[in-house]
Structure formats: structure tokens, C-alpha cells
């Protein structure tokens, strides 16, 4: 386990007896962000590999979205260095990213309301300009990943539960064939939602369905997307970043974790490092 100080540590280059190491999908680097004149990144050092799901934790406002959106270049940076495949990409504009390669799905329920799920899915083939059997064989594999999306394809994405939107998010992400998949809270959506429906539910009291089946769906969402995430890290050998907030939900999907606090990075390791201690100590609030 490696605890970060304010000491930079650069990586050195193998010897050349040395095997060579496998260039990460993306390696973030001293980067600082200020937002509206205020430091919000401090140094923000973490690199993931293909094939690998990083978790990036930290208690509320330490600056995981920041990260994430200096990362795709929604959000301008200070200083620091952003690799992609071992290319700089801080000269490129957030459309360019995502071409080059880096999916977004932003913390909330980023589709189009007003779009049927298979408008908002085609807006993800539209990136990379997919067509024919190229664009059948992308679509098939996000509805193996998220089979209700096949179900639903002429519905409205606003009507969609919370954990639906969020699956057609991630879906509409995939088509656009990514090298590096970001996710920001892909539970979040769900848990108020059952909190909101339980309320209403108890509200109205004329249970259409009990609470309890209210909980079993939400948590049935929680775990298709925790699925999708392991298989489409096997069969894509993706490189996924992850910010999430459930510490289970972390230890069953992820490789390793960074735990941020206050713009930089506090700890990492390997997930098996993240004991309840380190989440005592860095997550809990
Ligand atoms: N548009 C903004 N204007 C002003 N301050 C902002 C803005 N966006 C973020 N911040 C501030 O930057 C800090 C980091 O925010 P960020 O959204 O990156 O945190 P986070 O770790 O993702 O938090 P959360 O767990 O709540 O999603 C917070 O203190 C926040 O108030
Ligand atoms: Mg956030």
C-alpha cells in the first residue's frame, strides 16, 4: 500500500534488463485544478492500466468529479499532466477525448429525457460514425450487458427508473467503443430513488407494491450494473476508472483503489488493502 505526502515521486524508466511496463491507459500526474479562483486539485497523482477497474474514493466535495472532469477536458486544468496511451491530451478539446477514446458517464442521470432509449443509444454510435454489422454487434453486446434496454427501446429514457437511466448511460458510453470508461457514481441514481418511492409509497398508503419489492428492484439495478462492470472490464479489457461511494460495491468490482482527501491523493493499493481500517480512517465521514 502506498500513502501519498506532498513528496512527488516520478516514475523511473526500467533498466533495460528490466521487463518493459505496459503503458497505462491513462496517467494523471501533479495535476491541480482551481475552480472559480479556489484550489479544488492539489496534485492529484493515479494512472490505471487495461484491463483494470481503479476505484476513486473519498468523502463528499474532496474532488473525485473534478478529477474525473479534468480527465475527459470538461473542466479546464492549472497544472500537471494528463496521458492517454502515453500521449498528452491536455491540448484536446472534451469532444476530441471522447473520440480519441475516453468515455464519460457524469455524476446524475446524464440521458435525454425526451429521447426513446434507442435515440439515446444511437447517439452513442454516432461518436465513432458505427454503421451495419459494426453497429448490430456493438448494440447486441450492450444488450446482453443490460438486456431490459432491449425491452424498452421505444420508451422515453426520463421514464426509466433511476438504475435504468444509469444502465443506458453506461450504455450509450460503451457505443462509443472507449479505451477508458469513466464512471461517476453509477449507484447514486438508485438508492434515493428507492428511498423517494418508499416515501411515496407509504404516502399514498395504497401499496401498488410492497416496500420490500421497491428494495429487491433497487438492488437487482445495483447489481446488474455491478455485473456489467466485471464483464465488461473481461470482455473489453477496458481500462475503467470508477468513483463510488459503496465500499462493497468497490471491493467486488475493482483491482486496486485511490482514496482522495482535500484535492489530493491519500492512500492507494491494492483493493484487498482497502481493510475497514482505511475505510475508517479515509472514507467515513
Ligand atoms: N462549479 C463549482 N463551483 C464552485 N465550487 C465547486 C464547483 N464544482 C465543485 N466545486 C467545489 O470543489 C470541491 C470538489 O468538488 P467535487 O465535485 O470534485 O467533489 P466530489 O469528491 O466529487 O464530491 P461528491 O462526493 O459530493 O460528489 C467541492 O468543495 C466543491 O464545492
Ligand atoms: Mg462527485
Not at 480519441?100 to 429521447?115: C, K, M, N, S, T
Not at 429487491?216 to 464483464?231: L, M
Request: aromatic share 4%; glycine share 8%.
Amino acid at each position: 500500500m502506498e500513502r501519498s505526502t506532498d513528496v512527488i515521486t516520478t516514475a523511473t524508466n526500467p533498466a533495460p534488463s528490466e521487463p518493459a511496463i505496459a503503458v497505462p491507459v491513462v496517467a494523471v500526474s501533479r495535476l491541480e485544478t482551481d475552480i472559480g479562483g479556489s484550489r479544488i486539485l492539489r496534485g492529484v497523482n493515479l494512472e490505471v492500466h487495461a484491463g483494470e477497474v481503479v476505484a476513486l474514493m473519498g468523502r463528499n466535495g474532496v474532488g473525485k468529479t473534478t478529477t474525473l472532469r479534468s480527465i475527459t477536458g470538461v473542466q479546464p486544468v492549472r497544472a500537471g499532466t494528463i496521458s492517454f496511451c502515453g500521449q498528452s491530451i491536455l491540448r484536446m478539446s472534451a469532444d476530441q477525448r471522447a473520440r480519441a477514446g475516453i468515455g464519460y458517464v457524469p455524476q446524475g442521470r446524464d440521458i435525454f429525457p425526451h429521447l426513446t432509449v434507442e435515440e439515446n443509444l444511437q447517439v452513442g454510435l454516432v461518436v465513432h460514425a458505427r454503421k451495419g454489422a459494426d453497429a448490430r454487434a456493438a448494440l447486441a453486446r450492450v444488450y446482453d450487458l443490460f438486456p431490459i434496454l432491449k425491452d424498452f427501446l421505444p420508451r422515453k429514457g426520463g421514464v426509466l427508473s433511476g438504475g435504468q437511466q444509469q444502465q443506458l448511460a453506461i450504455a450509450r458510453a460503451l457505443l462509443t467503443n472507449p479505451k477508458l470508461l469513466i464512471l461517476d457514481e453509477p449507484t447514486e441514481g438508485i438508492q434515493p430513488s428507492i428511498i423517494d418511492q418508499i416515501g411515496d409509497t407509504l404516502k399514498k398508503l395504497k401499496t401498488p407494491r410492497a416496500p420490500s419489492d421497491v428494495i429487491d428492484e433497487a438492488q437487482q439495478e445495483v447489481e446488474r450494473i455491478k455485473q456489467a462492470v466485471k464483464h465488461i472490464k473481461e470482455e473489453h479489457s477496458l481500462a475503467i476508472l470508477l468513483v463510488e461511494q459503496y465500499v462493497d460495491f468497490c471491493r467486488e468490482v475493482a483491482d486496486r483503489f485511490y482514496a482522495m482527501d482535500r484535492g489530493v491523493v491519500t492512500i492507494s493499493g491494492s483493493i484487498a488493502e482497502l481493510t475497514d481500517e482505511v475505510v475508517r480512517d479515509h472514507l467515513q465521514v
